[in-house]
């Protein structure tokens, strides 16, 4: 596998600390970004610092700027950005009505606009070298919109279709753009859950006030059992890198606990895209 310049957004926990870990340790040039690396990140940005390959970058995903100026040092640096991983990202919990139009601009803002900040600023450098992956990670709830999580599964539904559309139209310019769907992991960003805030409606679901404790309940009882290990995710950006150009899977499921339902999902809509896109004239570009 060749040497390859690799952008990981989030990588101060969880799956993109892994797959930091993971992509330098097979010698590729490692640009890992996090926020407040002088402040609460900084014992993790000066770990991953010490790692061979591995540059650490300041950036807050949800500036412009800031979001630019770090394209701008990698390609001023190495001349190219082969690989994007949109990683980063946080999940709020609540019934629907709770969520505030704050609330809901904050989830977007990490989930959507900040992978699309870093999809614009690099596609012009892949598109010069007529070669380039773009991985964007989601989540099952990417897919389906479970109850009290509507908000978080439609940041999710947004990424995605921008991800779906996005891959057809850069296919044939040697840019590949993939979908990661990870399940429910014991990682700190689902430790780090946060609450919508308008308490004010609780009183107004009463009947169905325990619903969110029995999936709370449930999903416990089947991480138990089965266990998943994040590094599965990271696992699976590494083979999604070392794929050869064009014959990566639109789609990769990492969910051992309800991964194929969501692969059944997958498969369906494919088919239907499909006939879809040939309709609309499209054919060409499956």
Excluded: C
């Amino acid at each position: 596998m060749s040497k390859k310049v690799v952008l990981i957004t989030g990588t101060n926990s969880g799956f993109g600390w892994l797959t930091a870990h993971s992509v330098a340790a097979l010698g590729h040039q490692v640009y890992a970004t996090m926020r407040d690396t002088k402040g609460k990140n900084q014992e993790k940005a000066e770990a991953l610092s010490t790692l061979d390959n591995v540059t650490v970058l300041d950036v807050t995903l949800t500036e412009d700027q800031s979001v630019k100026a770090a394209v701008d040092t990698i390609l001023a640096k190495e001349g190219r950005v082969d690989v994007l991983v949109n990683n980063a990202g946080f999940s709020m919990n609540g019934v629907a009505e709770s969520f505030s139009t704050a609330d809901v601009q904050a989830i977007f803002d990490v989930n959507v606009f900040a992978p699309w900040r870093f999809i614009k600023a690099v596609l012009p450098a892949m598109r010069k070298q007529g070669e380039g992956l773009i991985i964007n990670v989601t989540s099952g709830f990417g897919r389906v919109s479970f109850p009290f999580a509507s908000i978080y599964a439609g940041s999710k539904f947004g990424l995605e279709g921008i991800s779906e559309g996005l891959h057809y139209e850069v296919k044939r310019l040697g840019i590949d753009v993939a979908i990661l769907e990870p399940g429910a992991f014991p990682t700190e960003m689902a430790q780090k859950t946060q609450y919508a805030s308008d308490q004010s409606v609780f009183e107004g679901y009463a009947a169905i006030a325990d619903f969110p404790g029995k999936m709370m309940e449930a999903l416990g009882g089947q991480i138990q059992s089965h266990n998943p290990d994040p590094q599965d995710v990271a696992d699976a950006v590494v083979k999604l890198i070392g794929t050869d150009k064009g014959k990566r899977p639109l789609r990769t499921v990492v969910d051992p606990i309800t991964g194929q339902y969501i692969e059944a999902a997958n498969q369906a809509v494919a088919e239907q895209f499909a006939k879809g896109l040939t309709v609309f004239g499209m054919g060409e570009l499956l």
